[in-house]
């Protein structure tokens, strides 16, 4: 079945302590991208990548690392957590962006930093 | 640059209602619109998308939009919704003359379906 994965589905965390939230695609698809969505504010894009070794900020990069060795992989990482961090987070992928092909969106993981 | 406006953040409906979900977009450029659905808990799904041709779109549980140039709307309209229905709905947009322009989401519209 052609999916994104997100793994986990939920995390709790402390402030400060350093996290990777994982997203595969298993479409070949060139284009991955790193959403979170917040209440009355809708998604909004933290990173991107073109391909493999191409990455760039999007609207909110702020706190985020991204890293894109694999076609198929690309983690998100918070390498210092704050609470202003918690937020419902979407991986996505299409086979090139935007354009016509519309996006693949993974189940999401909703991450709780205290 | 492009922007989205959703202009109802809440849409409540009686079951078997007509709805309208209402959505603008600003862009410099000839653009893709698309209209994205989220059930709860859930990831988005592509509901239906506007690339050319008829202005009139479709999808295949009911729902259609359409394109309105000299308006900048991507309207999406049932005639009648079911409880079903009852998800988020994030209407979007991309430059169709760049091969890498990024998707840009509206907030989202609430629809509430009640019996």
């Known amino acids: 079945e052609a999916q994104v994965t997100q793994n986990p589905r939920y995390l709790i965390t402390v402030t400060g302590k350093k996290l990777t939230v994982t997203c595969s695609q298993n479409m070949n698809h060139e284009y991955m991208s790193w959403y979170r969505q917040d209440p009355g504010l809708g998604l909004r894009q933290i990173y991107y990548s073109m391909n493999v070794e191409v990455t760039d900020k999007g609207d909110v990069p702020e706190g985020y690392k991204v890293s894109r060795k694999e076609k198929r992989n690309f983690p998100l990482i918070l390498e210092s957590p704050s609470p202003n961090q918690t937020s419902l987070y979407f991986c996505?992928?299409?086979?090139?962006?935007?354009?016509?092909?519309?996006?693949?969106f993974g189940s999401g993981t909703r991450l709780t930093v205290v | 640059a492009q922007s989205v406006t959703q202009l109802d953040s809440q849409v409540p409906v009686f079951e078997e209602a007509p709805v309208e979900l209402r959505c603008n977009y600003s862009s410099s450029v000839s653009v893709y619109l698309f209209w994205y659905v989220q059930y709860p808990n859930q990831g988005l799904q592509l509901l239906l998308k506007y690339l050319s041709g008829s202005t009139l779109v479709e999808s295949i549980n009911g729902f259609e939009a359409e394109f309105n140039k000299s308006q900048t709307s991507f309207h999406l309209r049932k005639p009648s919704v079911h409880i079903s229905d009852t998800a988020e709905y994030f209407c979007a947009v991309s430059d169709r003359n760049s091969g890498y322009s990024t998707l840009t989401f509206g907030k989202g519209t609430m629809l509430l379906v009640s019996p």
């Open positions: 996505a992928s299409s086979l090139f962006p935007g354009g016509d092909y519309g996006y693949t």
